[in-house]
């Protein structure tokens, strides 16, 4: 398996404009989780879903940002309008239902909004 | 509400001595617990984990941590440091509950970033 597919792996946008990061899950996970790293803030859990379903979006920074699992193969964050305090590395993971399994971690987006 | 503190931002070792890495975590019940390392530019890889089996673990490249209950600690130590352990290393903490979606529902700690040298 190729693991955790982020894309894409940088993104430089200006300050107002729409940003959408991408995720593909291992294949058989069952749930996927969007991260946000920052030297300030650390690794923090935006929203994960289990079986394409957003259980918990309390991480969720501010309404300019959503996310979506259409399929259990793909899944989006999407900030609108991006801010300068919005760069940040966001990193996806995917996990099973597994007891003796983890979580797998992307390479993650690094995103500059200036 | 749980937490992961992790004593010492930098750790600075010479290349064969002790590596220890220190993790503390408040939790009302005793959770799962996990060390991360993460590679510049890179995600994280699971080193070990921890969850209510035998409290030493050990895990990839030789790493190990003990579970110890009555000091709320989850200190990641390793025999000999290499230069290939220098990285970004991250405990983190999820509840005991069944169901592997607790697995990555994770609340890290702030970092330890690991300098060997020659």
């Known amino acids: 398996d190729a693991g955790v597919i982020q894309s894409p792996r940088h993104e430089v946008t200006e300050m107002g404009q729409e940003v959408t990061l991408r995720c593909k899950p291992i294949s058989g996970h069952n749930s996927l989780f969007w991260y946000r790293q920052t030297m300030m803030r650390g690794l923090e859990l935006l929203i994960y879903?289990?079986?394409?379903?957003?259980?918990?979006d309390s991480g969720m920074p501010e309404d300019r940002f959503s996310a979506k699992m259409p399929n259990a193969s793909f899944s989006t964050l999407k900030i609108q309008p991006s801010e300068p305090r919005d760069s940040a590395v966001y990193f996806c993971a995917s996990s099973s239902f597994d007891p003796n399994t983890e979580a797998f971690f992307g390479q993650g987006t690094r995103l500059t909004v200036v | 509400a749980q937490s992961v503190t992790q004593l010492g931002s930098h750790v600075s070792v010479s290349e064969g001595a002790l590596v220890l890495l220190r993790c503390n975590y408040s939790s009302s019940v005793p959770p799962y617990l996990f060390w991360y390392v993460q590679y510049p530019n890179q995600g994280l890889q699971l080193l070990l984990k921890y969850t209510s089996a035998a409290t030493l673990v050990k895990g990839i490249n030789g790493f190990e941590a003990e579970f110890k209950k009555s000091e709320t600690s989850f200190h990641l130590t390793k025999p000999s440091a290499h230069m290939s352990d220098a990285a970004e290393y991250f405990c983190a903490v999820t509840p005991p509950f069944a169901g592997g979606t607790s697995y990555g529902k994770l609340t890290f700690g702030q970092g330890t970033i690991l300098t060997v040298h020659p």
């Open positions: 879903f289990n079986n394409n379903v957003p259980i918990d």
